[in-house]
């Protein structure tokens, strides 16, 4: 049976006559009389006995007044439920972010969601870029933050890029070594390194390469403190993105910008249309203006 004449079935059966209902619903009587009774053929029978009084319920029409209230109830807890999703009184957004973003864009782009929708949450789970590209396109999140080395990711259509900024990568040396305040070729040559993620690491192999020698690989962390903590150490010598320098900066390391190791591109990832629901764009919408911000202040 159409949904729709048991929705107007209920507005005679509670206003009590065809006219009434009528008027409630901006119709003619004729109308709703020629949906009732199309109603009725549906149904095999008379749902309302028509008085000069109005209408009465049969047993039919009493039983399908019980089934249509229960229709009308959950029709109007969802136009409610909609409702806060479109205004942002509530919803969920499922977040991905590589860990130096994780620490720096991440916390203050959420708490400006909070601050203006407190009725919209976030989840939040840390993952290098391959893996969270992944969740997106299985929808386990809904957006993440992902980088690529010396350019936007490779666009193959699967999902949406929106660029945030582009990030400089930079040496860092122990203040307690001998650097020389001119770091060369033949110099970094000869220095252990400490490598990070599988991506960083074969970025750092190609830039080292590119640059005419083969670095000397003797740690791997994807930490980045346990990275600067190794170099402060002097037990190696790294390249880092600035994001990573923002989270965390250790009082012992040189830091130094360093062309020759290309520089990082930061966005974001969704899936097509994921942008057009209202609390996911409002996080993507102040992660924005956090790099923004970030930016127009350094």
Same mark, same amino acid.
Request: glycine share 8%; charged share 20%; net charge negative.
């Given at each position: ?7 107007l079935?209920r507005?005679? %059966?509670r206003?009590g006559?065809?006219? %009434?209902?009528?008027r409630d619903?901006g119709?003619t ?5 020629q949906?009732? #009774? ?5 149904? $095999?029978?008379?749902?309302?006995? &028509?008085?000069t009084?109005?209408?009465?319920l049969t ?5 399908l007044?019980?089934?249509?209230d ?7 807890h %969802?136009?409610?439920?909609l409702g806060a999703?479109a205004?942002?009184? %509530?919803?969920?957004v499922?977040?991905a972010a590589f ?9 203050p782009?959420?708490?400006a969601?909070?601050?203006d929708h407190?009725?919209?949450q976030?989840?939040?789970?840390e993952?290098?870029?391959?893996e ?8 386990e ?9 010396? $350019?936007p990711?490779?666009?193959? $259509?699967?999902l949406?890029?929106v660029?945030l ?6 040496l ?9 305040? &001119?770091?060369?070729t ?7 390194w400490?490598?990070? +993620?599988?991506? +960083?690491?074969q970025?750092?192999?190609? +830039? +080292?390469?590119?640059? @005419?020698?083969?670095p ?13 903590n190794?170099?402060?150490?002097g037990?190696g010598?790294?390249?880092l ?8 900066r250790?009082p012992e390391?040189?830091v130094?910008?360093s #062309?020759?190791?290309?520089? &990082?591109?930061?966005?974001m990832?969704? #899936?097509?249309?994921?942008? @057009?629901v209202?609390?996911i ?10 790099v ?5 202040s350094?």
């Amino acid at each position: 049976m159409d949904p729709r004449r048991v929705l107007l079935f209920r507005a005679v %059966a509670r206003s009590g006559s065809l006219s %009434a209902a009528a008027r409630d619903l901006g119709t003619t009587q004729s109308a709703v009389s020629q949906q009732l #009774r199309q109603l009725e053929r549906e149904v $095999g029978g008379p749902l309302l006995v &028509r008085t000069t009084r109005g209408t009465t319920l049969t047993e039919a029409g009493t039983a399908l007044l019980a089934r249509a209230d229960v229709v009308h109830s959950a029709l109007h807890h %969802a136009e409610e439920e909609l409702g806060a999703l479109a205004d942002l009184r %509530a919803g969920t957004v499922r977040l991905a972010a590589f860990p130096s973003a994780a620490a720096t864009l991440v916390p203050p782009a959420v708490r400006a969601l909070h601050r203006d929708h407190a009725g919209v949450q976030v989840t939040l789970v840390e993952t290098e870029p391959p893996e969270a590209w992944a969740a997106v396109l299985a929808g386990e999140v809904d957006v993440a933050l992902v980088f690529a080395y010396d $350019g936007p990711p490779v666009d193959d $259509g699967s999902l949406a890029w929106v660029p945030l900024h582009v990030e400089p990568m930079h040496l860092v040396l122990p203040i307690a070594g001998s650097a020389p305040a &001119r770091v060369g070729t033949d110099w970094l040559a000869e220095q252990g390194w400490v490598a990070g +993620c599988e991506r +960083c690491r074969q970025h750092l192999l190609a +830039c +080292c390469r590119a640059a @005419g020698f083969e670095p000397r690989l003797l740690h791997e962390s994807d930490d980045y403190v346990v990275v600067q903590n190794l170099v402060a150490h002097g037990l190696g010598v790294t390249v880092l993105p600035d994001l990573a320098l923002r989270a965390f900066r250790h009082p012992e390391v040189d830091v130094r910008r360093s #062309r020759a190791f290309g520089e &990082r591109h930061v966005g974001m990832v969704h #899936r097509s249309g994921a942008d @057009g629901v209202p609390a996911i764009r409002a996080l993507m919408e102040r992660l924005q203006a956090g790099v923004t911000a970030r930016r127009s202040s350094s």
